[in-house]
C-alpha cells in the first residue's frame, strides 16, 4: 500500500497523486480552480527558504501554493 500523507509534507523531488480536497467554499474552490483534483498527478518542485510557499509541477505547469492552503489537500506518495 502506498502511503498517504498532506501535500504540505512532501519534500523536493517528491511526486505523490492527489486523493482527496478537504477545504470547503472559497478554499476549495481556489484549490480546485488550480487543477488541483483527485486524481492529479503532483511533483513538488521546491519551497521558499521559510518552506512557504511551494512550488509545484502538475498537468505541464508550475504553481506556488501557500502551506496552509497545501494542508487541506491529501495525496498518496508514488
Not at 45 to 72: F, H, I, Q
Amino acid at each position: 500500500m502506498m502511503e498517504r500523507c498532506r501535500l504540505r509534507g512532501l519534500k523536493p523531488g517528491a511526486r505523490a497523486c492527489i486523493r482527496e480536497v478537504t477545504a470547503t467554499d472559497e478554499m476549495g474552490r481556489r484549490i480546485r480552480d488550480l487543477g488541483l483534483l483527485p486524481g492529479t498527478e503532483v511533483e513538488v518542485v521546491g519551497k521558499a527558504p521559510l518552506r512557504d510557499p511551494v512550488a509545484l509541477r502538475l498537468m505541464g505547469t508550475t504553481l506556488m501554493l501557500r502551506n496552509n492552503e497545501a494542508e487541506y489537500i491529501l495525496v498518496e506518495v508514488l
